[in-house]
């Protein structure tokens, strides 16, 4: 998978942060994610006047939960390192007591003192790391208090498949789309499966862990891509080919034909009560 969806933490325009907010509020709905998160969620050990950080909160959808639980007198952090991202949450999460959204970058949460939180959610972010993920982890470990939680969840992108249902053809003829156009691969393709490594590579210890396959993504993730990859076509390909292109892309996506299903994993570490 790529981005050209166009959610690069540090470059997203608003407009490109609105077109990324509605993905990942249809994906939201989707029964594996609310599944995932409630699995994570029910698990985290939360009680009022807790604190809890959601790591890459995104739209903010989650910390609100989150917040929910700890109140009333706790703290739901929602970190992003995304300005217009942040503006969502924060928008979306005004009012709410206990909720605050800050800028902030996952491996350097200097802002949240060691051993000051007591879960962390941090769901579809290791992907998009660009420098060695077990930074992050080492960061989550220190602001994790004795026998916090960590619930981490992402990606595993080479288990992605494209098909157009009933039509070999038009499958085959984007698979070939897709190696003709630049997309920039996606940090982490792999992040799904290396969660539990980058955990105890951190001195976490792993509790609980839960996989499935995401449904037909395609609406959730390509319907908002496609402006972008006919971009993208439009750059790299003659005008005959980016016509065919747009023409293939609209008509499968528009009558639902066009099917994409990737595995996610979902991770419970806990920080050891002697953690060094
Ligand atoms: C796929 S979205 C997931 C959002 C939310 N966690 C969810 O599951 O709906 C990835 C989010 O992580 C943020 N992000 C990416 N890299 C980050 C980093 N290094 N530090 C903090 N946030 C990051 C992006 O800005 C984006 O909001």
Not at 142 to 156: H, Q
Not at 220 to 242: V, W
């Amino acid at each position: 998978m790529t981005d050209a969806e166009g959610f690069t933490a540090g470059s997203m325009s608003a407009a490109n942060a609105d077109v990324f907010a509605t993905a990942l509020d249809r994906q939201a709905e989707m029964d594996l994610i609310r599944d995932l998160r409630e699995w994570c969620r029910s698990r985290l050990g939360l009680r009022p006047g807790a604190t809890a950080v959601d790591v890459g909160c995104g739209t903010g959808a989650e910390l609100l939960e989150l917040a929910r639980l700890v109140q009333p007198g706790g703290r739901a952090i929602g970190v992003d390192a995304n300005q217009p991202m942040l503006a969502i949450a924060r928008h979306r999460s005004s009012g709410i007591p206990g909720v605050e959204v800050v800028a902030g970058e996952a491996s350097e949460l200097g802002r949240l003192e060691s051993g000051s939180v007591d879960a962390i959610v941090c769901e579809r972010v290791v992907q998009h790391l660009t420098y060695d993920p077990v930074r992050a982890f080492r960061e989550f470990a220190r602001v994790l208090a004795p026998a916090g939680v960590l619930a981490v969840t992402d990606t595993d992108w080479s288990s992605a498949r494209l098909v157009v249902r009933g039509d070999e053809a038009a499958t085959e003829y984007l698979r070939e789309l897709r190696e003709k156009l630049p997309v920039r691969p996606l940090a982490n393709q792999l992040a799904g499966l290396k969660l539990e490594e980058y955990c105890v590579a951190a001195g976490l210890e792993v509790v609980a862990r839960r996989t499935g396959t995401l449904g037909n993504l395609a609406a959730a993730l390509l319907q908002g891509a496609r402006d972008g990859i006919l971009a993208l076509a439009a750059a790299h390909l003659t005008p005959g080919e980016r016509d065919e292109a747009a023409r293939t892309l609209n008509a499968v996506l528009d009558d639902g034909r066009l099917e994409l299903t990737v595995d996610l994993y979902a991770v419970l570490a806990r920080r050891p009560l002697a953690h060094s």
